[in-house]
């Protein structure tokens, strides 16, 4: 079946450490993105991808990193740096969204990564 | 939407009851507007979309309705049951200033649902 695949589903990470939350999609989707979700909040995107080889930073980016190698994935690396890491953390994918014919595609979203401080 | 704090509007509802589930947008530019169902420990799940050249779509047993004038959406849900219970999200996506869009959406804070046998 077709779909975003996020792993682990859950995971912990030690102070000091980097962790990488992954995201896979065979959807053959252009477009890719992480968001953050906090207990009682809604969905904040972190890094979009529209393309391999490009992605743009979100609102909240900082102690975040991401890659876009290939088409399919679209990995998301919590540094050290972000003090506050413990969330509940969600992929997407779009299609191609680049253009002024653009079509109006929904996001289709993973089941997400909870992430812990150990 | 901006969440606004650690308490999400609840609505609940008696099975077979139909639900409204009510939106504010805060930029008149938005251009595409959606509707997400999120169980709990899964991520979101798209239910309806429109455009905002219209102002009334509906699929299967869902309408979601859009009034620009207020910049209000609504996703109403008809004969309610059990497994409609989720948080419900609407999302809008803004033009960027060259008139393209990007795909970037906007999420509100969320409405619980809780459907009651």
């Known amino acids: 079946d077709g779909g975003i695949t996020q792993s682990p589903k859950y995971l912990f990470r030690k102070e000091g450490q980097n962790v990488t939350l992954s995201c896979e999609q065979n959807?053959?989707?252009?477009?890719m993105y992480w968001y953050r979700q906090d207990p009682g909040q809604g969905l904040r995107l972190i890094y979009y991808?529209?393309?391999?080889?490009?992605?743009q930073k979100g609102d909240i980016a900082e102690g975040y990193s991401v890659s876009r190698e290939k088409k399919e994935s679209f990995p998301l690396t919590v540094t050290s740096a972000q003090k506050n890491p413990t969330a509940f953390y969600l992929c997407?994918?779009?299609?191609?969204?680049?253009?002024?014919?653009?079509?109006?595609?929904?996001?289709?979203f993973g089941d997400g990564t909870r992430l812990s401080i150990l | 939407g901006e969440s606004v704090g650690l308490h999400l509007p609840t609505l609940s509802v008696q099975e077979g009851d139909n639900s409204i589930i009510n939106c504010a947008y805060s930029?008149?530019?938005?251009?595409?507007f959606i509707w997400y169902k999120q169980e709990s420990g899964k991520g979101p799940q798209f239910i309806i979309d429109?455009?905002?050249?219209?102002d009334k779509r509906q699929g299967q047993r869902v309408t979601v309705l859009l009034n620009k004038t207020v910049k209000h959406l609504s996703l109403q849900i008809a004969a309610t049951q059990p497994g409609d219970s989720a948080v419900y999200f609407c999302?809008?996506?803004?033009?960027?200033?060259?008139?393209?869009?990007?795909?970037?959406?906007?999420f509100g804070q969320g409405t619980i649902l809780t459907v009651h046998p």
């Open positions: 991808s529209q393309i391999v080889n490009d992605f």
């Open positions: 999302a809008d996506r803004l033009l960027n200033a060259g008139g393209t869009s990007y795909g970037k959406l906007t």
């Open positions: 429109i455009r905002s050249n219209m």
């Open positions: 930029n008149s530019a938005s251009d595409y």
């Open positions: 997407a994918s779009s299609k191609g969204v680049r253009g002024q014919a653009i079509s109006n595609q929904p996001q289709h």
């Open positions: 959807l053959n989707h252009d477009a």
